[in-house]
C-alpha cells in the first residue's frame, strides 16, 4: 500500500487562527502541506507565508482558488466574508473548511448549503471540539447512562478582547460575542440534545460596553425537555468552564470547546467517587479536526460533521439570540489592560 500525498492546503487570509492554530496542528498531524496563503496585500501575505512556514503569499484570495496545486482550501476571514468565499471556494470543487460561523446571517446559510449538498462538495465548519477523544468520552458518558438523562448544560466561554480593531468587535464584518463564542454552546447542546426547536425558544440578555456589538451575553435556550444556559463574552480571562447536567449525575468539563492535555473531564455519578479524567493527547485542538479531513481526501474515512448537517440549526439559534438581546444593555465602559 503506498501513503496518500499530502493534502494541499491554501489559506485564504493571513489571519491570527491561521498562524496560532490551524498551521501548528496541521505540522502536528501530518498528512498535510500549506502551499499557499492569500491576503488582500501581496507584499504581506508573502512576508507572513515566509514567517510562518507556508510556501508561498499571493495577492486576492481568487488566486488560492484558482490554484491547480490547491486541493483544500482554509477560509480565516471575518465572518462577513464566509459565505461569499465559500460559495466561490466550493466552486472550484476544492474541500473547503471555513471559520465559524459559516455565515454572518441565517439567511445566507442556506444558499452556501445548497451548493455544498452537490455531490462531491466537501464543507466543514471549523468547529473542532466534536473531533477530539475528550467530547467522544463526553458522548460514551451520557450515551451509556452515566449521568441519567442529559437535561441541562451550563457553560462559560469568555476571553478578553481589547484591541479596538479586532474583528470581534465591528458589526459590518459580523462581530459580537453571540457569533464568536456563543455558537459554541449552541454547537454542544446540538451534539448531545439533537437539533433544537424550530423556531428556536430563546431568551437572551446582552450588553455593549460601548461597542458597536454586544460584548458580554447571558442566555438561556430550551431544547424540548431540556434546556442551554450559557454566558459568554470578551472582558474575563479565559474561561470555558462547562457542566453537562444529567437527572443522576453530571460531567464537568474545563474546556470542552478547545481543550489541551491539561484540560480535566470530571464525572459525578449519584452515589460515587468523583472521577477526573484528561482524554486529549493533541497539543493543538485542530489537529483531529484536521486528520479527519486529511483521511477523507485520502478515501480512508467518511466525511462526518458536514457543514450540511449541522450548520443551519446553529445559524438559525444565533440569530434567534441574536434578535432577542435587542435593544442591547449599554453597560459601564470596561478598561482595557491586555491586548489581543
Ligand atoms: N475555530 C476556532 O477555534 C476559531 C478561533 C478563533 C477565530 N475563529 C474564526 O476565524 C476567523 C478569523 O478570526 P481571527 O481572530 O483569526 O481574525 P484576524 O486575525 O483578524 O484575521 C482575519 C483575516 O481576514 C482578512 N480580512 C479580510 N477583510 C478584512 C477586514 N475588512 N478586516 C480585517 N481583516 C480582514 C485579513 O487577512 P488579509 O489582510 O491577509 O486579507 C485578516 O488577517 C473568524 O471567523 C473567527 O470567528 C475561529
Redesign the pocket.
Known amino acids: 500500500m503506498t501513503a496518500s500525498p499530502p493534502v494541499r492546503w491554501g489559506i485564504l487570509?493571513?489571519?491570527?487562527?491561521?498562524r496560532r492554530?490551524f498551521l501548528p496542528a496541521l505540522a502536528e498531524v501530518g498528512g498535510g502541506r500549506a502551499v499557499l496563503v492569500a491576503?488582500?496585500?501581496g507584499r504581506?501575505?508573502a512576508e507572513w507565508a515566509a514567517a510562518e512556514g507556508v510556501e508561498a503569499g499571493v495577492p486576492g484570495y481568487a488566486t488560492v482558488l484558482g490554484s491547480d496545486e490547491v486541493d483544500a482550501v482554509y477560509i480565516?476571514?471575518?465572518?462577513s466574508?464566509?459565505a461569499e468565499w465559500t460559495l466561490q471556494a466550493l466552486a472550484t470543487g476544492k474541500a473547503v473548511l471555513c471559520?465559524?460561523?459559516l455565515c454572518r446571517d441565517a439567511a445566507d446559510v442556506g444558499p452556501v448549503l445548497e451548493a455544498a449538498r452537490r455531490p462531491g462538495a466537501l464543507l466543514w465548519e471549523?468547529?473542532?471540539f466534536p473531533f477530539q477523544p475528550q467530547h467522544q468520552r463526553l458522548l460514551e458518558l451520557v450515551g451509556s447512562g452515566t449521568i441519567g438523562d442529559p437535561c441541562e448544560i451550563i457553560s462559560s466561554y469568555h476571553f478578553r478582547v481589547t484591541q479596538p480593531t479586532?474583528?470581534r468587535l465591528n458589526a459590518e464584518?459580523g462581530g459580537g460575542a453571540l457569533a464568536?463564542v456563543g455558537c459554541y454552546p449552541v454547537r454542544l447542546a446540538q451534539e448531545l440534545f439533537g437539533p433544537p426547536p424550530d423556531p428556536p425558544e430563546v431568551w437572551c440578555e446582552a450588553i455593549d460596553h460601548g461597542h458597536e456589538v454586544e460584548t458580554d451575553a447571558a442566555a438561556i435556550v430550551g431544547w424540548g425537555g431540556a434546556r442551554l444556559i450559557f454566558s459568554v463574552g470578551f472582558h474575563r480571562g479565559y474561561d470555558a468552564f462547562t457542566r453537562v447536567i444529567g437527572t443522576t449525575g453530571q460531567v464537568r468539563l474545563t474546556n470542552p470547546y478547545?481543550p489541551g492535555p491539561a484540560d480535566t473531564l470530571t464525572v459525578l455519578a449519584d452515589g460515587k467517587d468523583p472521577v477526573v479524567e484528561r482524554p486529549v493527547t493533541d497539543a493543538r485542538s485542530f489537529s483531529a479536526m484536521l486528520g479527519h479531513i486529511h483521511g477523507v481526501l485520502a478515501g480512508d474515512e467518511a466525511p462526518r460533521q458536514l457543514a450540511v448537517e449541522l450548520s443551519a440549526p446553529t445559524a438559525s439559534v444565533v440569530d434567534a439570540l441574536q434578535q432577542a438581546c435587542r435593544p442591547r444593555r449599554r453597560g459601564a465602559d470596561l478598561p482595557n489592560r491586555t491586548k489581543r
Request: aromatic residues 4%; proline residues 3%; glycine residues 6%.
Open positions: 487570509g493571513t489571519a491570527n487562527i491561521a492554530q491576503g488582500r496585500d504581506r501575505a480565516a476571514l471575518p465572518n466574508l464566509h471559520e465559524k460561523m471549523a468547529f473542532v479586532n474583528i464584518l464568536d478547545h
